[in-house]
């Protein structure tokens, strides 16, 4: 009994401390004297090697290589979803993650990087 008694002092010390450690320094100011460097990206929308935009869900894909495929994957080499920016071999397992109505198709991996996607991890496409 002694010993959770004085915890609950300690603990109770310890939050006094801090209450009046913000009361005391409500009044200061701190200032930042260093400066932060800007960073300007290498690579900016109007100077990459490949097309930044995905299809957007209700739109064609304006490509013959490209369509979506939420019933049938006959013909496609790869699937990708709309909501993310990575592709599958049709043997990986996280495909079947894809929600139906947001499954891509591509006949060859060059199509799918030209529409910004990146292989996957784990099945390397």
Same mark, same amino acid.
């Given at each position: 009994? $002694?010993?959770?008694?004085?915890?609950?002092?300690?603990?109770?010390?310890?939050?006094?401390?801090?209450?009046?450690?913000?009361?005391?320094?409500?009044?200061?100011?701190?200032?930042?004297?260093?400066?932060?460097?800007?960073?300007?990206?290498?690579?900016?929308?109007?100077?990459?090697?490949?097309?930044?935009?995905?299809?957007?869900?209700? $739109?064609?894909?304006?490509?013959?290589?490209?369509?979506?495929?939420?019933?049938?994957?006959?013909?496609?080499?790869?699937?990708?979803?709309?909501?993310?920016?990575?592709?599958?071999?049709?043997?990986?397992?996280?495909?079947?993650?894809?929600?139906?109505?947001?499954?891509?198709?591509?006949?060859?991996?060059?199509?799918?990087?030209?529409?910004?996607?990146?292989?996957?991890?784990?099945?390397?496409?």
């Amino acid at each position: 009994m $002694k010993v959770i008694r004085r915890l609950i002092i300690l603990f109770l010390v310890g939050i006094l401390a801090l209450i009046i450690a913000c009361v005391l320094c409500r009044g200061c100011s701190f200032s930042r004297t260093e400066t932060i460097s800007t960073v300007t990206p290498r690579v900016t929308p109007s100077n990459t090697p490949w097309k930044i935009e995905t299809p957007s869900r209700g $739109k064609a894909p304006t490509d013959e290589h490209v369509w979506y495929c939420p019933t049938s994957t006959e013909g496609a080499r790869y699937i990708a979803s709309v909501e993310s920016d990575v592709f599958h071999s049709l043997t990986c397992e996280h495909i079947f993650k894809i929600k139906r109505e947001n499954r891509i198709c591509f006949s060859n991996r060059e199509v799918a990087f030209s529409y910004g996607y990146v292989p996957c991890k784990e099945c390397k496409p």
